[in-house]
């Protein structure tokens, strides 16, 4: 993201589980334009803080998302996308 970014004004955060915690919740409280994430961690932190929202943010890459829809967890996948603004771009990776 970085290297695509940086002649640009976004901002983006990477939230993956196994990581610490606090930079992650410090990461998504700036209200990043686009997120990379795992969909468990991404719906942890959001479980864990009511205020944190993903309203502000373009796009959402969401990693491993065909483990959930294989294990019959697609609306944890749904809680995110209806978290975003409609226009948000969510691509599921």
Known sequence: ????SKFTELT????????ALDPQFAALATYPD????TPG???????EVSSLSLRNVRVCVMDEADRLFEGGLAPEVEE???AMEPQG????S
């Open 34 to 37: 686009v997120i990379i994430a």
């Open 12 to 19: 983006g955060c990477l939230l993956a589980g196994g990581e």
């Open 41 to 47: 961690r991404l719906l942890q932190l959001l479980n």
């Open 89 to 92: 771009l969510r691509i599921l």
């Open 80 to 82: 995110i996308v209806r």
């Open 1 to 4: 993201f970085k290297t695509y």
